[in-house]
Nanobody, 117 residues
C-alpha cells in the first residue's frame, strides 16, 4: 500500500521561504505532483517531478519554486521562495505512477501554507 505524508507547512511573511516534504512509503520511484487548494477555490496543479528526472511547474510559481528528490529517503521536496499571499493554500502531494506502473491516484493529507503580507 502506497502512502504519502506531507510536512513542512507553516506561516511566513511575503518574500519568505518554506520547504515542503512528501515522504512516500510502500513504493519507490514515484512520479510526485504537488497541488494546492485555497479556501473557496478549486484544487490546482503546482508542480511535478517525474521519474527518473524532469520537472514541470505552473506558470505562477516558475522561478520561485523548485523540486528535488532524495531517493535514499524516498522523499520529494518542494522548495518555495519569494512567497506571496496568493500562495496561501493547503498543499497536497499526489502520485499515480510508481516504478513505471499505474498505481491509482494516491493523495497525502495535506500541509497548510499561509503567507501574510
Amino acid at each position: 500500500q502506497i502512502r504519502l505524508v506531507e510536512s513542512g507547512g507553516g506561516s511566513v511573511q511575503a518574500g519568505g521561504s518554506l520547504r515542503l516534504s512528501c515522504a512516500a512509503s510502500g513504493y519507490s520511484g514515484c512520479t510526485i505532483a504537488w497541488f494546492r487548494q485555497a479556501p473557496g477555490k478549486e484544487r490546482e496543479f503546482v508542480a511535478r517531478i517525474n521519474m527518473p528526472y524532469g520537472t514541470i511547474f505552473t506558470d505562477s510559481v516558475k522561478g520561485r519554486f523548485t523540486l528535488t528528490r532524495d531517493n535514499a529517503k524516498n522523499t520529494v521536496y518542494l522548495e518555495m521562495s519569494s512567497l506571496r499571499p496568493e500562495d496561501t493554500a493547503m498543499y497536497y502531494c499526489q502520485t499515480d505512477f510508481c516504478e513505471g506502473r499505474y498505481v491509482g491516484a494516491i493523495w497525502g493529507q495535506g500541509t497548510q501554507v499561509t503567507v501574510s503580507s
